[in-house]
């Protein structure tokens, strides 16, 4: 069905429409062919912005466009301010300002939806839950509630038809998505439509709290060695995909300072504990909470940290982990070539790698003489991602998502300690890493590995040879579409040029016919020249307004 056919999705496209003119970003409208489809946009689209958006930068009226279109645009803003590879610092932090905070809803109105995720009344389940909600956000809202064993928990309400409201946005992104990456080059180097399918995946995993549950038990298991670290429990006997019951944990959020202070709390020791939770969940297990700011951190008796939220979380295989560490290794080292044939492997190889190990030579120079521990990897990870974007080159999301957690994780440690050193954290587990890496028994089981794939290799049959077919055609950074969109304009205007020289042509005929003196005549005229003379007449107006009408689109 199209999307632009649907009653409602057609509203919501002209709602978003306004929005983006009101806040200044008209000209994307036009860039993108979208006035054409949408109602009235036409003229809206030439309105002039008010000048208290036009004062401010883009990026901050973007941050306010996002806001005002509402939940699903505000969760997208936060999906882009983890590509630290695609948008610059200005961007990101303005990202970063996008709160999750929505009006709270009555309880009563969450009830039916309680019951039904319960599957029984809720006096059966619980003996009390407490009408003020503990936070409240644009998908959820959580509640204190009390178990007929006397157990604290919080419930993670889904708001009603909520699913159904972020799926029909999520119509319209993708849509707006595939126009820009057509119709835009500028817009298409942000690949938008990557963006909206890794945006759709997190946001519908983030809709089923069952999924939110796991990776907090997964996360606790990881963590069950170390006596500081406290995941919340989850209670599966009601948690399910629209409803999440976890312990209930009372601390002090570690971004309020003062509080810390008066409980007697070693705030430079809670910085390190932090670091070194979220470090071993990257670079050990391969799992970790992908937002570690300190709105998700609540402090405990004897410094002790509890982890909260987990519906965003990263994962990094084995190789990733690898890759980072070669990269690391190959800064410290001034290996050029080694930090280029790392970002060679994230790429999809229609690279300049000579440019590229140029690049990355100026690159780590400035890191000449530093230990391990003193490279700034914050620092390191913004000048990487620099560096990509002049080669047009995206992270992978896992890689985009683990490098935007670790500068979250450098401004939480800073918060609490400004002498926190992100690298001095990770050292330690990065020898421990190097040292599983290349033990003995590593090298073993891989030589294994290696000498066992040796032996499929002769055991295969033979494969016939064919031709390697020639690649002739040549690289070329020109943009294949844009040029396919100039050909189809001229084809067009040549086709109209035509029509109009055809018309001419028979406008000339009609009126010579009016001269002659046989046939019907009408004050002295052929009525056969003067009919022909006013279809030729019409003929060319009408192409002249086709000509103009078209002009006018492109302008």
């Known amino acids: 069905m199209d999307i632009l056919k649907t009653g409602k999705d057609l509203r919501r496209l002209n709602e978003i429409v306004n929005i983006l003119i009101k806040f200044g970003f008209g000209d994307i409208i036009r860039r993108i062919g979208l006035a054409d489809g949408v109602e009235k946009a036409g003229r809206l689209v030439r309105y002039n912005v008010p000048d208290e958006f036009l004062s401010q930068q883009p990026p901050a009226r973007a941050r306010a466009a996002m806001e005002e279109m509402g939940p699903t645009f505000i969760k997208l803003g936060q999906i882009l301010a983890t590509r630290v590879d695609l948008f610059s610092q200005e961007w990101i932090q303005e990202f970063e300002k996008l709160q999750d905070d929505t009006q ?7 009830m039916p939806q309680l019951e039904n995720s319960l599957g029984m009344p809720v006096k059966r389940a619980f003996k009390h839950i407490e009408e003020k909600p503990l936070g409240t956000a644009s998908m959820a809202q959580v509640h204190k509630a009390i178990t007929y064993k006397n157990q604290p928990v919080a419930l993670k309400i889904r708001k009603p038809n909520i699913r159904e409201k972020i799926e029909s946005d999520i119509r319209l ?16 180097r942000y690949r938008p439509v990557a963006i909206v399918k890794e945006f759709e995946r997190s946001l519908l995993r983030e809709l089923d709290f069952s999924i939110e549950a796991k990776n907090a038990e997964r996360i606790a298991e990881n963590l069950k060695n170390i006596k500081y670290a406290k995941v919340p429990k989850i209670y599966w006997e009601w948690t399910c995909e629209d409803l999440n019951v976890q312990e209930y944990i009372e601390g002090i959020p570690a971004k309020n300072i003062r509080e810390l202070d008066a409980a007697g709390l070693d705030r430079k020791l809670i910085a390190h504990r932090g670091g070194k939770i979220v470090w071993k969940s990257m670079l050990i297990d391969g799992f970790f909470h992908a937002d570690p700011h300190p709105g998700n951190f609540l402090i405990l008796p004897k410094n002790r940290i509890a982890i909260l939220d987990f519906g965003m979380v990263g994962k990094l295989s084995s190789t990733r982990r690898e890759q980072l560490m070669k990269m690391t290794r190959s800064v410290v080292l001034q290996d050029a070539a080694g930090t280029a044939a790392v970002l060679m492997e994230w790429t999809d190889g229609n690279v300049d790698f000579d440019a590229l190990t140029s690049e990355s030579e100026d690159l780590i120079q400035q890191f000449y003489g530093l230990s391990l521990s003193e490279v700034n990897i914050p620092q390191l990870i913004l000048q990487v991602t ?8 995206a992270l992978p999301p896992d890689i985009a998502l683990f490098s935007k957690a670790c500068i979250t994780l450098e401004g939480f440690g800073r918060l609490l300690n400004p002498d926190f050193d992100l690298m001095t954290e990770a050292e330690p587990l990065i020898r421990e890493w190097g040292k599983h890496r290349y033990s003995p028994s590593a090298l073993a089981k891989k030589l294994g590995i290696r000498a066992l794939t040796l032996v499929d290799k002769i055991y295969e049959e033979p494969k016939p040879q064919l031709p390697a077919a020639q690649n002739t055609t040549p690289v070329s950074n020109i943009d294949k579409q844009f040029i396919e ?6 084809e067009r205007a040549q086709f109209r040029h035509t029509q109009l020289m055809v018309t001419v042509g028979f406008l000339i005929a009609s009126a010579i016919l009016t001269t002659v003196e046989n046939g019907p005549q009408l004050f002295g005229m052929s009525i056969v020249g003067l009919i022909g003379l006013f279809i030729a007449i019409g003929s060319i107006h009408f192409l002249l307004f086709i000509l103009w009408w078209s002009h006018r689109s492109l302008d």
């Open 173 to 188: 992104i993708q849509h707006l998505a595939k126009l820009a990456q057509s119709q835009s080059i500028d817009l298409r």
């Open 104 to 110: 709270s809803l009555p309880l009563e109105s969450l």
């Open 386 to 393: 620099d560096m990509l974007r002049e080669f047009d080159i």
């Open 485 to 490: 969109r100039l050909v189809s304009r001229q």
